[in-house]
């Protein structure tokens, strides 16, 4: 079945940027969905459609593509971007796969 | 306000049954994909099930046949019937809804406990 490959951690320090990747073998075609989870809370919408930004997400968070991989960018990194982010896309069998996460640790 | 509310979790014994609930307010289940997605102690995000809109179901294969999904209209709440539970079917489960093939999952529940273990 399809996977999504995000690196399991990046450090980063205060404001200072983050960047989070999500490679896959159809990422070219596909559209990305990015979630932030902080400990012990459900996930939250952060990016859909490979770059838009739910209402009250900042626009300090953002995402893109490139050839077979998607990127979400947090600028200004602030303590509380500390959190587990997740890319998802849907693959041809309809079903929903999620990259294995990456720990994002402010330093 | 759009909200997902999960019960139902708790502890059971390998090869026992158990039924998630996920009431919804703010929106109608019948007009949303409707998914549980769980996670597993200190790992990632895994799809498990699916109800669509047409009353469809589509399943995970590690619980094919073991799990079934369900809709209560009148409730407007989502179901997740559990049997043949084993260990590594433990984690937090979460209902989520999505509006249709391709979107993102925008709400999410609080998620619900289940641990399998004697």
């Known amino acids: 079945s399809y996977a999504l490959t995000q690196p399991p951690s990046v450090s980063v320090a205060p404001g200072e940027t983050a960047r989070v990747s999500c490679g896959g073998s159809n990422i070219g075609s596909d559209s990305v969905h990015w979630y932030q989870q902080k400990p012990g809370q459900a996930p939250v919408l952060v990016i859909y459609?490979?770059?838009n930004r739910p209402s009250g997400i900042p626009e300090r968070i953002s995402g893109s593509k490139s050839g077979n991989t998607a990127t979400l960018t947090i600028s200004r990194v602030e303590a509380g971007d500390e959190a587990d982010y997740y890319c998802?896309?849907?693959?041809?069998?309809?079903?929903?796969?999620f990259g294995g996460g990456t720990k994002l640790t402010v330093l | 306000e759009v909200q997902l509310v999960e019960s139902g979790g708790g502890l059971v014994q390998p090869g026992g049954s158990l039924r998630l609930s996920c009431a919804a307010s703010?929106?109608?289940?019948?007009?949303?994909?409707m998914s549980w997605v769980r996670q597993a102690p200190g790992k990632g995000l895994d799809w498990v099930s699916v109800l669509y809109t047409g009353d469809t179901t589509d399943y995970a294969d590690s619980v094919k046949g073991r799990f079934t999904i369900s809709r209560d209209k009148s409730k407007n709440t989502i179901f997740l019937e559990m049997n043949s539970l084993g260990v590594d079917d433990t984690g937090v489960y979460y209902c989520?809804?999505?509006?249709?093939?391709?979107?993102?999952?925008?709400?999410w529940g609080q998620g619900t406990l289940v641990t399998v273990s004697s």
């Open positions: 459609y490979n770059n």
């Open positions: 703010g929106f109608s289940v019948s007009v949303y994909y």
């Open positions: 989520a809804r999505q509006i249709g093939d391709l979107n993102p999952y925008d709400y």
């Open positions: 998802q896309v849907w693959d041809r069998s309809r079903d929903r796969v």
